[in-house]
């Protein structure tokens, strides 16, 4: 990978008095997609939150392009080209698709951001979304809600898109509909960091993986090449 477009350096992140980062070294590069696994509690939530600026961290522990930017609070943080797909998906549940859509694309504009992502591209991408424009998001299926979630991400013109479990609860052939978007999104030049339940899926998405344990990266490699017990071993710890 040559310059990565998004770095961590020691990142640490606390709770009150619970740590939950003990010093994340991370990179990634444009258009790569990098996996972030491990067990419940293993502190992949808190990383995208800490890197988002939901979380207060320092402003070195962060670096876009090189750059300084930790801490910079999450709607700055899209103003510089990072979206999250949040767990849960946040949707404005009573407003339709395109009500939704259209919050993200005003949200973009006010913070002046440019890109490749239209509505009519949306569209293609995920056609259900135009389908369903007028309905009320609350009406739509769980993967629907989540193409919608996406949607909103893409539309804020993400240089570095977060994505915090998207396949969770969803039924293998719309986790196979969604995760079959990455490509395209990749085809932008957008980075893709999948936090991610299920290893065989976040293996097969990805470029390079990470896995946390504990706060800790107990594990990185090419997503082609580690081997399961390697991932066994990071993801339960032990000896
Ligand atoms: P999951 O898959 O369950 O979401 P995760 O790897 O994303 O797990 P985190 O949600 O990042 O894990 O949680 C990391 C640690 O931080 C856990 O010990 C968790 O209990 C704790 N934690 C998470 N959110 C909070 C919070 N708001 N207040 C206090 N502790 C928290």
Not at 153 to 172: F, K, M, R, Y
Not at 200 to 227: F, H, I, K, M
Request: proline share 4%; hydrophobic share 40%; glycine share 12%.
């Amino acid at each position: 990978m040559t310059g990565a477009v998004l770095s961590t350096h020691g990142l640490v992140a606390r709770y009150g008095d619970f740590q939950a980062l003990y010093g994340i070294d991370f990179q990634i590069g444009q258009g790569e997609a990098v996996a972030l696994i491990g067990a419940n509690g293993a502190g992949k939530s808190t990383f995208l939150r800490a890197v988002m600026g939901l979380l207060p961290v320092a402003s070195d522990m962060v670096r876009m392009g090189g750059q300084p930017i930790g801490g910079t609070p999450a709607d700055r943080m899209v103003q510089r080209g990072v979206a999250i797909v949040p767990e849960g998906r946040r949707l404005f549940t009573g407003m339709s698709v395109q009500d939704n859509l259209r919050v993200a694309v005003d949200q973009a504009d006010r913070l002046g951001r440019r890109g490749g992502w239209s509505l009519s591209r949306l569209h293609r991408l995920f056609p259900i979304l135009n389908e369903k424009a007028r309905t009320p998001v609350q009406s739509l299926s769980g993967g629907q809600q989540q193409m919608v979630s996406i949607g909103r991400a893409l539309l804020c013109q993400p240089t570095v898109l977060l994505c915090d479990e998207i396949s969770l609860g969803l039924a293998p052939k719309v986790i196979r509909e969604i995760y079959a978007a990455l490509p395209e999104i990749r085809a932008q030049g957008t980075s893709v960091v999948l936090v991610e339940q299920d290893v065989g899926l976040a293996q097969s998405a990805s470029d390079r993986l990470y896995c946390l344990l504990e706060g800790r990266v107990t594990l990185t490699g090419p997503s082609g090449s580690v081997t399961r017990d390697q991932i066994s071993q990071a993801y339960f710890g032990g000896s």
